[in-house]
DNA sequence: TCTAAAATAT
DNA sequence: CATATTTTAG
């Protein structure tokens, strides 16, 4: 993919662009960096598969422009709760906006509730970004669900147990609740043969996406190896009170009942369902 | 412009 | 907590 660097690049600067001030400032910490010429592309691996695979280095999935995006927003963010009188106040808001919902004129900015982010780090007011469910917490969602059973499988429960900073009990819920229709799903169409597994799973996803990064499914980690590291959601969760670790986890020993196997969770972030 | 993901409302 | 509806990203 080579949506690389000079989409990330621009879009940083970009509204930056309106404020002189902090872009000088910008450029002075950029001082000595490498060039954007000079950097290798995000989606490229640095070490050779070869090496890789010499010694089990398994490959993170590329970063995309938009990981680099929403780093940049996390890092916005924090630049905000160190100094609310900046003006990168204006970045933040991003609003990537579909086309139609801005105009030209552009009085619906009238209202600066758009960005009502006056809000300081403490207030609350702050909005969280929208969380994608990356084919990593997928998993993990996955693991713990498919622990838990049906019947203890809540969201509540889900959320403590997947101890990702920053993820909610309403995020969870939603994702559980499209995880189930897309359980229902399946059941009705037992196509689950051991052909399915990878193929019929790419048939449902969009196009846009299945042709996005194919890259090589790994089989899914062995069952009782969920590592428990606090992993945050977004990168930067704020204010949150997840210091650490859960209290004592017990080991996920139990057997994995109801075959939630898309195991993929390793490639195909997403699960398609459909309504009937 | 349309679909699916995520958020939010009931 | 579940489900229905709405909003938003892609």
Known sequence: MR?????????????????????DRILEWEIGLPSSDELIPLSQSLISPELASAFSIKREPPLSVIDVQRAIQDTVSTFRCLDPSSNLLLLSADEPMTSNSRKEGGEEESDPSTFRLDGSCDGRAVKRPRLVWTPQLHRRFVEVVTHLGEKRAVPKTIMKLMNVGGLTRENVASHLQKYRLYLKRMQGTPNEGPLSSVSDHHRFLPASRSSRNIRELLPPPAFPSLPMIPFPAFGLPHHQEYGGLMGSHQPYGASPEQGANWSGGNKGSIFSYRLP
């Open 3 to 23: 949506e690389d660097f000079d989409n990330g690049d621009r879009d940083f600067k970009d509204p930056l662009s309106s404020n002189g001030g902090d872009l």
